[in-house]
């Protein structure tokens, strides 16, 4: 019989060796769970890219153009033919869609639910740049259904997804969320409540988008004025930094206004449910629906650069007025599209 001390240390060392192999189970079982995707545009197909190394990721082209479905292929996500095989198959679902069919999207996935053959519970992960208001709508809708609910924001383009965005997540299951990430993008868990990752997205992407507002006005101005140029080099001697943010962001807008301009319509709900009155936010939004509302040649594929986009919106008129010219005070306020929220009146749900 061995000494206690050898029969000791030989239990230690089988413990340690059920311990590794429990986590190398664990650890193959993660990788090959199967994590959904809706839909893959620009932003889900960066995200496809970052996690198919470790993950299947499954998504439908159902409905979808060629662009995205070539995007797709060459992410390397897994086909399937509708939205009810990825709700059947997917331990947890990232769904990224424009703001205004995040509620459309996740009555859809409700509507599913009973295909699942899976004996776990579903994580929806919103990932949708919508108010809080707005996520506290999609989260009551799989109230009593066997899905946990998480609040996720993504902040930063998809062009510099590893490197120059992060991930913000609220919601009881946002640890586990964070995982499927780890080590390949900056990801902060704000707390077990939903909401908090929507609202903070909600203030930065106001501010960002306040930052162009305010550049495409002056911009405007220097263009009528014929010192576009020069007030272009003052900016860039004077604000390199909110200059680095119109370089980076404004290029883009041919390609994603509309999708902005929905946001901003979400950010001013967020004020209006915190009990606010949007001012400047709301100035803000409509000039974005009016910059969504203009046709700028070339689409997604053209780039852009900052003079040719207020060239383009100065030919197009924007911001001009018509008439006789008021005194600042008496300043009308743009025209709002048939639907847009203010202040008092904005509802959601």
Known sequence: MLPTSNRIGRMNHELDLCEEAMTHQLASLSRDARVGLLYPGEMGTAVANLLRHDYHVVTTLAGRGA????????????????????????????????????????????????????????????????SPATVQNVAALFTGMPVDFVDGAISGPASRLATGCTLYLSGM???????????????????????????????????TKGVIALFVEMALAARQAGILDR?????????????????????????????????????????????????????????????????LPGGPGKPWTVPEVIEELHTQGVLKRSGEVSSPGNVPPLPSPKGSPDGRETKVG
Do not use: W
């Open 67 to 130: 662009n995205t479905a070539r995007n797709c292929r060459q992410a390397g996500l897994e086909e399937v033919d509708k939205v009810r095989e990825v709700v059947r198959s997917a331990a947890t679902l990232l769904v990224l869609v424009p703001p205004a069919a995040a509620l459309q999207v996740a009555e859809q996935v409700r509507h599913e639910l009973t295909a699942r053959t899976r004996g776990d519970r579903l994580v929806y992960v919103d990932l949708n740049s919508v």
């Open 173 to 207: 299951r946002a640890e586990e969320v964070a995982e499927l990430f780890e080590g390949k993008m900056a990801v902060r868990v704000l707390g077990d409540a939903p909401g908090q990752a929507s609202a903070l997205r909600m203030l930065l992407s106001g501010l």
């Open 231 to 295: 007030t272009l080099a003052a900016y860039r001697a004077s604000y390199p930094g909110i200059m680095e943010v119109v370089d980076r962001t404004l290029p883009t807008y041919p390609a994603h206004a509309a999708r902005r301009a929905q946001e901003m319509v979400e950010v001013e709900n967020t004020l209006v449910h915190l009990g606010l009155c949007p001012t400047v936010i709301q100035s803000i939004r409509q000039l974005s629906e009016t910059v969504a509302g203009c046709s």
